[in-house]
């Protein structure tokens, strides 16, 4: 009777588990390019710009660089739009540091910097640039290049809003719909939506739509609808999915749980609600109405609701599958701090779905979602150093990031740390330490490790050989879906165990 041992699996695979908007925007005003202008227009545009910068003319350098970034003129170039931005932000141009911030935000032309494209939005507010002082807001918000702190992501936000800045108008109502360094107020958080909608930004009448929806912050309801038309002809999309499920939609009890729950109010739960209607738990399956809400969550900056339109569209729940989407949302849930929106965009840049692939950006992503407490962050990161994968490989990181998932119950983490022990990898080999970890996995739900327990029992490590007890971890492995696992409990079934 020959036992069969589960493999060591290396990665998870992206899976649902229980705003949006605009991210670090460029304030460069791009021109919208004519069909009719003629290649030597262009190229005697670009000439001009040219001669302005080497002029020393700093908003020269500027729409230079913005044609380098946009490929405007020119064929696209980052590099190039790096040294244009550097060279109008030396020469005092606050929207040239700002967009060079963008760059080292983004990672276009440069490696991304976070610390320095906090120095650059510095800079740039400290100039009176509305954007830049957005940009450093959302800097503070998310810790971002810097210490979070929600009370200077307001001043900054305050500021770039009394320069009339619609989505910096937006973010401080939606401080006020948390209350984040803030008491709660939807009265101040619908006068600052107001600002944000009248400013021609889609977010602010969004915003609107979901107070008024509520019932918060207003005596009345029946301009919702209005604000959802209004934000979805500014090319609010998910605005446009919402107004149509309201005003479409013959289900009254979907269209009442729609109006009804409000990010921030955690009984109310958008993206509980739309996790519920993908499990089809407590009402019937609808991969459409979790969508809705979770793009209501999202777009009122709840991670929760961005990382579960992300894997809406990873699986093609609902929709038709788009890993560029799914990167999209992602990577929107990782900037509001959700691990698990942080540790799916480690998997996508991990496997290059959506993206190329790159162990070095999905080592990057797997730390942010380790370090907001996501033990499935951890277990990947521990594994990128176990095989050596955008990293020197080195078994005492991994052991270490194995261990952390662990202590946050990730069922993997404690199986791979308990493969260490068993096999003695980059520590001393320990039957009873790994028997200890594989019971630990095993009792989450983790059938490779009742599979290996079965082993230990059926072979005498680190416990008396015991037949009977083997078969019944190998039972457990099966019934948790394990094909080695049902092939070891069939052998000992025929060898009359």
Do not use: W
């Amino acid at each position: 009777m020959k036992f069969t041992k589960s493999a060591l699996p290396l990665f998870l695979a992206l899976g649902a588990l229980a705003g949006c908007s605009i991210i670090f925007p460029s304030s460069h005003n791009d021109t919208v390019k004519n069909d009719t202008v003629t290649n030597n227009e262009e190229a005697a545009n670009i000439a001009r710009l040219v001669q302005a910068c080497d002029s020393n003319d700093a908003k020269g350098c500027l729409d230079l660089g913005g044609a380098y970034r946009d490929g405007e003129g020119v064929k696209q170039d980052y590099n190039q739009a790096i040294y244009y931005f550097e060279k109008s932000c030396n020469l005092d141009e606050k929207v040239g540091c700002n967009d060079l911030g963008v760059s080292y935000e983004r990672g276009q032309g440069v490696r991304q910097d976070f610390s320095r494209a906090y120095a650059y939005y510095e800079k740039a507010c400290n100039s009176n640039n509305d954007y830049g002082c957005l940009n450093l807001g959302m800097s503070y918000r998310i810790g971002q290049g810097t210490k979070q702190d929600f009370g200077l992501a307001k001043t900054y936000y305050e500021k770039a809003c009394n320069m009339n800045n619609g989505v910096g108008c937006f973010r401080l109502g939606i401080l006020y719909t948390h209350g984040l360094s803030v008491k709660k107020d939807y009265n101040r958080a619908k006068t600052y939506f107001e600002k944000s909608c009248d400013l021609k930004d889609p977010n602010g009448c969004f915003g609107l739509g979901a107070l008024f929806f509520a019932g918060k912050g207003s005596k009345h309801n029946i301009t919702a609808e209005d604000y959802y038309e209004r934000a979805c002809r500014g090319t609010h999309y998910p605005a446009c999915d919402i107004y149509k499920e309201l005003t479409e939609s013959n289900d009254r009890v979907f269209v009442q749980q729609l109006k009804t729950c409000v990010t921030g109010d955690t009984k109310n739960s958008c993206s509980s609600l739309g996790i519920a209607y993908v499990s089809g738990i407590g009402v019937t399956q609808d991969y459409g109405k979790a969508k809705a809400l979770f793009i209501k969550d999202c777009s009122m900056h709840n991670g929760t609701g961005c990382t579960e339109l992300g894997v809406l569209y990873n699986n093609g729940q609902g929709v038709k599958q788009d890993y560029t989407l799914s990167e999209k949302y992602a990577k929107m849930a990782c900037r509001l701090l959700n691990g698990l929106g942080c540790f799916n965009l480690g998997i996508l840049y991990n496997y290059g779905r959506g993206v190329s692939q790159d162990f070095s950006k999905a080592k990057i992503y797997y730390e942010k979602a380790c370090s907001l407490h996501n033990g499935h962050g951890c277990t990947n990161l521990g594994s990128l150093y176990d095989n050596g994968q955008g990293v020197r490989r080195d078994f005492s990181q991994a052991k270490y990031y194995y261990e952390n998932a662990c202590k946050l119950k990730n069922s993997l983490g404690c199986f791979d740390l308990g493969v260490m022990y068993d096999e003695g990898k980059g520590v001393k080999r320990d039957f009873n330490q790994a028997k200890h970890l594989y019971e630990k996995a095993c009792k989450l739900n983790y059938a490779g490790a009742c599979n290996n327990l079965g082993i230990f029992y059926a072979r005498g490590n680190g416990v008396r050989q015991n037949i009977p007890t083997a078969k019944s971890y190998f039972k457990k492995s099966c019934d948790l879906g394990s094909q080695e696992g049902c092939n070891n409990y069939r052998l000992a079934r025929q060898n009359g165990y």
